[in-house]
C-alpha cells in the first residue's frame, strides 16, 4: 500500500551484522533495527532503537531495515541487488513487508520517554511534561530520522555533552559545533541549547537534513543551525565535532575530519563497535590525543583532543 513504510528482514550472526547494516543503508535505508532471533518473530512491537541497557548483539540476530513509503518494492529490490553488488555482500535470505503509519507512530512512542542526560539536561517528547523545570530540555516528536538518545551510540554522545551541566546549563558557551552525519540533529541542538555559538549539522541523507531542520525550529534553535551535505563544512573549524556514523567512513574521513577540529578542539567517534577501537585510534593518532574510550551494549565512543 502507498501509505505504508517498507520493511526487509534478514537474519544473521552477531559477526556479520555491520555488514548487513551498511548494505541496508547503502540500499537506502532510513534506520536499522536489531533484535534477539530468538524471540519472538512476530515483528510488530520492533523500534527504532533499542531501550538503554538493552543488550544488542546477540549469537543470532533479526535485522530489520525500514524504507520510505516512496520506495516500490520493484524499487527497492533493485536497490538492494545494486547496493549488495557495490560493497561485496551476498544477499542473505530476506523478507519484504509493509508497516502502516499508526504501529510505526505507536511503537516509537511506546519506548521514548523522558531520558537525563547528566545534571541538568533531559530530552522529552513534546507531549509530556519537563521532568525538571530548572533543566535544559531537548523537545522531540516521533519521526523518522536515526537518533533519539535511546540508541547506545547517540546516549554516549548525549551523555558526554551533558556530564558538562554539573556546573553550568550553559557550558559550551561561545563554541562552533559539528554534526557529521546528524541523523535527526539531536547532537548539534542538544549542543547549541547548551550554550554553542553556532552549529553546523551534515548528513547525505535527505530526509535526516529535513529532519534537522524540523527539530531545530521544535527547539527554537534553527537561526544558529547551518544544515547541509557534508561540503558545507569543507572550510569550517570547530571547537567540538561529533561524528556519529559507522567504522568505515570514519576511517575513510580521519584526515577531512582532522581539518574541521580546531588545535585543542574536541573530537567524538561514535557508532563503532568495541573491537574497532583500535584501528580507529592508530588511523586519527597523528592529529589527536585520545582520552580512555568507553563502551555501552558492545558499542564504543571516543574523545580525543586536536593536537
Same mark, same amino acid.
Given at each position: 500500500?502507498?501509505?505504508?513504510?517498507?520493511?526487509?528482514?534478514? %537474519?544473521?550472526?552477531?559477526?556479520?551484522?555491520?555488514?548487513?547494516?551498511?548494505?541496508?543503508?547503502?540500499?537506502?535505508?532510513?534506520?536499522?533495527?536489531?533484535?534477539?532471533?530468538?524471540?519472538?518473530?512476530?515483528?510488530?512491537?520492533?523500534?527504532?532503537?533499542?531501550?538503554?541497557?538493552?543488550?544488542?548483539?546477540?549469537?543470532?540476530?533479526?535485522?530489520?531495515?525500514? $524504507?520510505?513509503?516512496?520506495?516500490?518494492?520493484?524499487?527497492?529490490?533493485?536497490?538492494?541487488?545494486?547496493?549488495?553488488?557495490?560493497?561485496?555482500?551476498?544477499?542473505?535470505?530476506?523478507?519484504?513487508?509493509?508497516?502502516?503509519?499508526?504501529?510505526?507512530?505507536?511503537?516509537?512512542?511506546?519506548?521514548?520517554?523522558?531520558?537525563?542526560?547528566?545534571?541538568? $539536561?533531559?530530552?522529552?517528547?513534546?507531549?509530556?511534561?519537563?521532568?525538571?523545570?530548572?533543566?535544559?530540555?531537548?523537545?522531540?516528536?516521533?519521526?523518522?530520522?536515526?537518533?533519539?538518545?535511546?540508541?547506545?551510540?547517540?546516549?554516549?554522545?548525549?551523555?558526554?555533552?551533558?556530564?558538562?551541566?554539573?556546573?553550568?546549563?550553559?557550558? $559550551?558557551?561561545?563554541?562552533?559545533?559539528?554534526?557529521?552525519?546528524?541523523?535527526?540533529?539531536?547532537?548539534?541542538?542538544?549542543?547549541?541549547?547548551?550554550?554553542?555559538?553556532?552549529?553546523?549539522?551534515?548528513?547525505?541523507?535527505?530526509?535526516?537534513?529535513?529532519?534537522?531542520?524540523? /527539530?531545530?525550529?521544535?527547539?527554537?534553535?534553527?537561526?544558529?543551525?547551518?544544515?547541509?551535505?557534508?561540503?558545507?563544512?569543507?572550510?569550517?573549524?570547530?571547537?567540538?565535532?561529533?561524528?556519529?556514523?559507522?567504522?568505515?567512513?570514519?576511517?575513510?574521513?580521519?584526515?577531512?575530519?582532522?581539518?574541521?577540529? %580546531?588545535?585543542?578542539?574536541?573530537?567524538?567517534?561514535?557508532?563503532?563497535?568495541?573491537?574497532?577501537?583500535?584501528?580507529?585510534?592508530?588511523?586519527?593518532?597523528? /592529529? $589527536?590525543?585520545?582520552?580512555?574510550?568507553?563502551?555501552?551494549?558492545?558499542?564504543?565512543?571516543?574523545?580525543?583532543?586536536?593536537?
Amino acid at each position: 500500500m502507498k501509505d505504508d513504510w517498507l520493511e526487509v528482514t534478514a %537474519k544473521t550472526g552477531k559477526d556479520t551484522v555491520e555488514e548487513l547494516e551498511n548494505w541496508f543503508f547503502e540500499a537506502g535505508a532510513l534506520s536499522v533495527t536489531l533484535r534477539d532471533s530468538d524471540e519472538d518473530d512476530d515483528l510488530s512491537h520492533a523500534v527504532l532503537e533499542p531501550v538503554p541497557g538493552e543488550v544488542r548483539l546477540w549469537d543470532a540476530v533479526t535485522v530489520v531495515a525500514l $524504507f520510505s513509503r516512496e520506495t516500490t518494492p520493484e524499487d527497492l529490490q533493485n536497490a538492494l541487488h545494486l547496493s549488495a553488488a557495490v560493497n561485496g555482500v551476498t544477499i542473505p535470505v530476506y523478507t519484504m513487508s509493509t508497516l502502516g503509519d499508526q504501529a510505526w507512530e505507536r511503537s516509537w512512542m511506546d519506548t521514548f520517554k523522558p531520558m537525563q542526560f547528566g545534571a541538568g $539536561f533531559w530530552i522529552c517528547p513534546t507531549a509530556q511534561a519537563a521532568p525538571d523545570e530548572h533543566a535544559v530540555t531537548l523537545r522531540l516528536d516521533p519521526g523518522l530520522a536515526f537518533g533519539t538518545g535511546t540508541h547506545a551510540t547517540t546516549a554516549q554522545c548525549l551523555h558526554w555533552l551533558g556530564q558538562h551541566t554539573n556546573h553550568s546549563l550553559k557550558p $559550551f558557551a561561545g563554541m562552533q559545533v559539528v554534526d557529521y552525519g546528524c541523523g535527526s540533529g539531536v547532537l548539534a541542538i542538544a549542543a547549541l541549547l547548551l550554550g554553542a555559538d553556532h552549529a553546523w549539522a551534515v548528513d547525505i541523507d535527505e530526509q535526516a537534513l529535513s529532519a534537522s531542520r524540523s /527539530n531545530a525550529l521544535q527547539n527554537g534553535v534553527l537561526d544558529q543551525l547551518s544544515v547541509g551535505q557534508p561540503e558545507l563544512v569543507s572550510a569550517i573549524t570547530a571547537d567540538i565535532l561529533m561524528a556519529n556514523i559507522l567504522f568505515k567512513p570514519l576511517m575513510e574521513l580521519a584526515d577531512k575530519l582532522a581539518q574541521n577540529v %580546531k588545535p585543542g578542539g574536541r573530537l567524538l567517534l561514535s557508532g563503532i563497535l568495541a573491537d574497532q577501537m583500535d584501528a580507529l585510534r592508530m588511523r586519527y593518532n597523528a /592529529n $589527536f590525543e585520545f582520552d580512555p574510550g568507553q563502551v555501552q551494549d558492545g558499542w564504543a565512543m571516543m574523545t580525543a583532543t586536536r593536537r
